[in-house]
């Protein structure tokens, strides 16, 4: 096969579009967060913190204030991806049907599996 109708094949699986739309939502999902920690939690966190706007704080030649605010969104943008997704959605899953009771046994003689139904063995004959 050529290279072209090897790629044609590559993108036409549906893993691919799948992976495809799952960036186009992560990206609009991206940005509602971003807005949320930007919007709400970061004013709530600057209100807390006195001096204002402690994300120009700088430390010699490092700009601490940059780094804590990246760790700072961060966290919260993790918190909401795992109260959205991890704990919403989840609730959302079915359970799991109990396990089916197994329909063989197993001799105690010989170790070997048998019918639930049987009353001897098949292997070495004893009751079962």
Do not use: Y
């Not at 509602?32 to 006195?50: D, K, N, Q, S, Y």
């Not at 009353?119 to 070495?124: D, G, L, V």
């Amino acid at each position: 096969m050529s290279m072209t109708s090897d790629f044609k094949d590559f993108i036409a699986k549906g893993n691919v579009i799948d992976l495809a739309v799952a960036v186009v939502i992560g990206g609009a999902f991206g940005k509602i967060v971003t807005a949320l920690v930007e919007g709400v939690i970061m004013p709530l966190v600057g209100l807390a913190v006195p001096g204002g706007d402690w994300r120009t704080m700088v430390t010699g030649p490092f700009k601490t204030g940059s780094v804590l605010g990246a760790v700072v969104d961060f966290i919260c943008i993790a918190l909401v991806v795992f109260i959205v997704f991890v704990k919403g959605l989840g609730s959302l899953k079915k359970k799991e049907a109990p396990a089916a009771e197994p329909d063989t046994k197993i001799c105690p003689a010989c170790l070997e599996t048998v019918p639930k139904g049987a009353t001897r063995c098949k292997h070495c004959t004893s009751q079962v």
